[in-house]
């Protein structure tokens, strides 16, 4: 899915949450207008919270569920 095929009306976090795969990094940047920079540097120190960085080798990506109750608690989830 892409950030221009979120349903109207649907707020971010409900719009992760309904994924079914892992996001990149830069996918959840994307969505979130902000930079790519600052979210590895909140994976690799742990700001994220429990459940949302996936570690593969060297390569992150976050979990869809993790990463919307994270936007939610964050203040995240609006349009």
């Known amino acids: 899915m892409s950030a221009s095929s979120r349903p109207p009306?649907?707020?971010i976090a409900d719009w992760i949450d309904?994924?079914?795969h892992a996001?990149?990094?830069?996918d959840l940047a994307g969505l979130l207008r902000?930079?790519?920079?600052n979210l590895y540097s909140r994976a690799r120190e742990g700001r994220m919270g429990p459940g949302v960085v996936i570690?593969?080798?060297?390569?992150?990506?976050?979990?869809p569920h993790g990463t919307a109750?994270?936007?939610?608690?964050?203040?995240l989830d609006s349009e």
């Open 55 to 63: 570690r593969f080798g060297g390569t992150i990506r976050v979990d």
């Open 18 to 20: 309904s994924w079914d």
């Open 9 to 11: 009306g649907m707020s």
């Open 69 to 75: 109750e994270w936007t939610r608690r964050q203040g």
């Open 34 to 37: 902000c930079s790519s920079t």
């Open 23 to 26: 996001l990149k990094i830069s």
